[in-house]
């Protein structure tokens, strides 16, 4: 088992920066790929964007280039989501996630969650 805890959520303005941590604890070694999802109520969740665990391979949506950063830690265990130029659209419950899968995007693949953090951007 592996247990994602995420922190670093809160209320911003547009165009302000957040950075979204989260610390994997238990059996890490079994996990391919660290990703951040987020979801609004009535849709599904999104994939955001996603890292390799051992290679440092990273991946995007579009909704996320160009202002979005991951970043990891391996000897901390963690995986940070640096957020810039947030726009009110970027308003989410954000979710950490793991997978044992290769550079997958699909949340079906991703086998641990976080609990979520909630990132709320006003105009």
């Known amino acids: 088992q592996v247990q994602l805890v995420e922190s670093g959520g809160g209320l911003v303005q547009a165009g302000d920066s957040l950075r979204l941590s989260c610390a994997a604890s238990?059996?890490?070694?079994?996990?391919?790929?660290m990703g951040w999802f987020r979801q609004t109520p009535g849709k599904e969740r999104e994939f955001v964007v996603g890292?390799?665990?051992?290679?440092?391979?990273?991946y995007y949506a579009d909704s996320a280039k160009g202002r979005f950063t991951i970043s990891r830690d391996n000897a901390k265990n963690t995986v940070y989501l640096q957020m810039n130029s947030l726009k009110p659209d970027d308003t989410a419950v954000y979710y950490c996630?793991?997978?044992?899968?290769?550079?997958?995007?699909?949340?079906?693949?991703?086998?641990?969650w976080g609990q979520g953090t909630q990132v709320t951007v006003s105009s």
């Open positions: 996630a793991a997978s044992r899968v290769v550079q997958t995007t699909t949340s079906k693949q991703y086998d641990y």
């Open positions: 238990g059996r890490s070694f079994s996990i391919y790929t």
């Open positions: 890292v390799s665990w051992r290679g440092g391979s990273v």
